[in-house]
């Protein structure tokens, strides 16, 4: 386990279709989240997991996007009846939170969604 | 609402000399701000971070210098090589949670 592996790493897909992408995070880290990169432009929060709960959305997460964590692990986020505004870089990370001590993210490479 | 603005968009930068990214926040609730550099088509990675009550951090060619009655912070880039061409972004956190606020980046090109 070197890393965040994300899939798949390029999807283009025509507007109104559904998507679903796939984050395995580190084993050991509880914590998973999910971040919307547009071009030019820093990471946007979305939501996170610790384990399997879902315990904070963004309010740029539309009813459009739902998240899972099935049994803490890998995590997916679908896109419903996608928009060309959805077109972005989607970003996972995981971190370990042991305590109070909140540990340092690592990233994976990102999925590139295009909505033609 | 820009919590973490980020300034300059890019700077070009001869093989030797010196980068300095600049970032400034609002929130002061933030409690760790790290530094990410990002290559294209990859996700960011870490590269240096401070907590509120230290005014400087070095990593090897990296420093980061912090204000807190100013709400900012810079990355310094000493020495600057063309492989640091690459996109930074300063973050800002909020313990609970561990969320993180990213500025909006800075593209770098060193020049050998």
């Known amino acids: 386990d070197t890393g965040v592996s994300q899939d798949p790493r390029h999807k283009i897909t025509k507007r109104g279709q559904n998507v679903t992408f796939r984050c395995d995070p580190i084993?050991?880290?509880?914590?998973l989240y999910w971040y919307r990169q547009t071009l030019g432009q820093g990471p946007e929060f979305l939501t996170y997991f610790q384990n399997e709960a879902q315990l904070e959305k963004s309010r740029l997460l539309s009813d459009r996007f739902s998240a899972e964590r099935p049994k803490g692990s890998f995590s997916t986020l679908e896109i419903q009846r996608t928009e060309q505004g959805d077109s972005a870089m989607y970003l996972c990370?995981?971190?370990?939170?042991?305590?109070?001590?909140?540990?340092?993210?690592?990233f994976g490479s990102g999925t590139r969604l295009t909505v033609v | 609402q820009q919590q973490v603005k980020q300034s300059p968009q890019s700077l070009i930068v001869q093989k030797g000399g010196i980068s300095i990214i600049n970032c400034a926040y609002e929130n002061t609730a933030f409690d760790y701000f790290p530094w990410y550099q990002q290559f294209p088509g990859k996700g960011p990675a870490l590269l240096i971070a401070?907590?509120?009550?230290?005014s400087e951090k070095k990593e090897g060619r990296f420093t980061i210098s912090f204000n807190k009655s100013a709400k900012q912070f810079s990355l310094h880039i000493m020495d600057s090589q063309p492989g640091d061409s690459a996109t930074y972004f300063c973050a800002a956190r909020v313990d609970a949670g561990n969320k993180l606020t990213f500025g909006g980046g800075t593209r770098v090109l060193v020049k050998p």
């Open positions: 990370a995981s971190s370990s939170q042991g305590g109070t001590v909140n540990y340092g993210y690592t």
């Open positions: 401070i907590r509120p009550d230290v």
């Open positions: 084993s050991e880290h509880n914590r």
